[in-house]
């Protein structure tokens, strides 16, 4: 009686088609890692620079930072971070705001308390009870009445101006430029390694 026992240690080397296979899997897994990462970013750099009133940067919403995740078989294989917020653009690159109407309201310390202060949906310029525009020698202002009586008193609570200078304070493109530079390759390489290692 004969007895065959098989070498379960030893097997074919991997194909060149095989090893491709596994080098796009890889690619396309550290590069969806980079993006995860540069999305996070993006959305730390958007909430520590501007006055962020909703969660509207989750990516369940429809202007939220979101990902698209990379494709081993795509070609190029990529992966994208993007978002609908228009708004953003502008900062990106500093220039001027026009206004959708007539005029832009900035508004005062006296509305606005501190540069990241929320504005409430009351003292937004249509919504504030006793108000009235001055022309002044320096342009439209739109005014407050408070109290009553001896109290009372007018309070300049927004300037009006035809256009508005915005400074460029990148919260996308610059954030997820550092991140790609800094994590890209190892996320690839790491990944690239753990394929090549788990192939079957």
């Known amino acids: 009686m004969k007895l065959a026992v098989k070498d379960r240690t030893t097997r074919k080397p991997p194909t060149a088609a095989e090893i491709e296979?596994?080098?796009r899997y890889g690619t396309a897994v550290g590069l969806t890692r980079t993006a995860q990462d540069a999305q996070e970013s993006v959305v730390k750099a958007i909430k520590g620079t501007f006055n962020v009133r909703s969660n509207w940067?989750?990516?369940?919403?429809a202007k939220g930072i979101r990902i698209q995740s990379a494709k081993k078989n795509d070609t190029p294989i990529k992966a994208q971070v993007r978002t609908n917020a228009d708004w953003l653009e502008l900062h990106e690159t500093g220039g001027t705001k026009e206004p959708k109407g007539k005029l832009?309201?900035?508004?005062?310390?006296?509305i606005r308390k501190t540069p990241l202060a929320k504005?409430?949906?009351?003292?937004?310029?249509?919504?504030?009870?006793?108000?009235?525009i001055i022309d002044t020698p320096s342009g439209a202002v739109l005014f407050q009445r408070k109290y009553r009586g001896k109290r009372s008193r007018i309070e300049p609570a927004y300037v009006l101006e035809p256009t508005?200078?915005?400074?460029?304070?990148?919260?996308?493109?610059?954030?997820i430029g550092k991140v790609v530079k800094r994590r890209a390759r190892k996320?690839?390489?790491?990944?690239?390694?753990?394929a090549i290692r788990t192939m079957k």
């Open 164 to 175: 508005a200078h915005i400074k460029k304070q990148s919260t996308f493109y610059e954030p």
């Open 119 to 132: 504005i409430t949906k009351a003292k937004r310029p249509k919504n504030l009870p006793r108000s009235f």
């Open 57 to 61: 940067t989750a990516k369940s919403n």
């Open 21 to 23: 296979k596994q080098l």
């Open 187 to 194: 996320h690839i390489d790491r990944e690239i390694k753990k």
């Open 104 to 110: 832009l309201a900035i508004p005062t310390d006296v």
